[in-house]
């Protein structure tokens, strides 16, 4: 998988998650320890495609990496 760059807004260290739910369907969510006040502080982000399916960990990595801040 590829790294993912670092938060735009406090630059702490972000992580592609595997989330699973209590139906057991499972995600892929961006997620980060962000400081005090971070805008993305308490956002999780769970991309999906065009028809409401998650992305697969890769695709999330290369979508976040080329991100516009």
Do not use: T
Not at 6 to 32: E, H, M, Q, T, W
């Amino acid at each position: 998988m590829a790294e993912s760059k670092p938060c735009p807004f406090c630059g702490c260290s972000v992580i592609i998650k595997r989330r699973v739910y209590p139906n057991l369907s499972c995600s892929y969510a961006v997620d980060g320890w962000h400081d005090n006040g971070c805008l993305l502080q308490w956002l999780v982000i769970e991309p999906e495609d065009d028809d409401d399916n998650p992305l697969p960990p890769e695709e999330i990595a290369e979508r976040w990496n080329r991100r516009q801040h």
